[in-house]
């Protein structure tokens, strides 16, 4: 079993939509969770950091962390062309200087 | 890309040369990374710095060396190029154990 998993997609939906978007874990010592977006051809983009369990919210982007269950969402109201990009989401130990990544989900929202 | 450059932003080179990658920073941050992105794999760690000279191995450190001689930069070497490290290359900075940026990337091609 892979440390992080995330549905790669695609994700195609129409504009204004509410996008949700998850990942799962296998380290219970995973303290630390990242979303990033990343638009072709370009690195990737810090949007949310959250630190163990709970929601940050951010604008139109929420990021939700269930500890007990293993699982990360980000959710994306009110969803924009300019949303189309690959989300990422990443995770580290307390202490670690080292970041997992899952594969990302490639979204596309449609005019 | 918060104050991250790399050079050369993209390269084609022969099997069996060595190619350095450079990674630059504006930020004085004291931990740096490389990165390999690959379809099907994500982002995977090749080698971090956290502190001048002073580096560490990650998951696919394997045909690769890096160097740290001034916090500003950061440099990766592939010894003798082969065709599977045909890849594009993030660098990634962080201030401390908190979330990481990326550089905008180098697109490396080994025929």
């Known amino acids: 079993q892979k440390e992080v998993e995330q549905d790669p997609g695609p994700l195609s939906v129409p504009e204004g939509a509410i996008v949700s978007l998850n990942c799962t874990y296998s380290n219970s010592a995973f303290q630390y969770f990242m979303w990033y977006r990343q638009y072709s051809r370009k690195g990737p983009e810090l949007l949310m950091y959250?630190?163990?369990?709970g929601n940050k919210e951010d604008g139109r982007f929420t990021a939700q962390v269930d500890k007990s269950s293993k699982y990360i969402s980000l959710f994306i109201r009110d969803s924009q062309p300019s949303d189309s990009a690959t989300y990422l989401c990443?995770?580290?130990?307390?202490?670690?200087?080292?970041?997992?990544f899952g594969k990302g989900t490639k979204l596309t929202v449609n005019p | 890309d918060a104050g991250i450059t790399q050079s050369p932003r993209h390269k084609v080179t022969e099997t069996g040369t060595p190619v350095t990658l450079r990674c630059h920073q504006t930020e004085n941050h004291r931990y740096m990374y490389w990165y390999r992105q690959d379809p099907g794999h994500g982002l995977r760690l090749i080698h971090y710095?956290?502190?001048?000279?002073?580096?560490d191995k990650g998951e696919v450190s394997d045909g690769y060396s890096v160097s740290r001689s001034k916090t500003e930069d950061f440099l990766l070497t592939l010894e003798s190029a082969t065709s599977s490290q045909t890849s594009v290359y993030f660098c990634a900075i962080s201030q401390g154990l908190y979330e990481q940026y990326f550089g905008p990337g180098t697109r490396l091609t080994v025929t």
């Open positions: 959250t630190y163990s369990s």
């Open positions: 990443a995770m580290r130990e307390g202490g670690s200087e080292k970041l997992v």
């Open positions: 710095s956290y502190g001048v000279k002073d580096t």
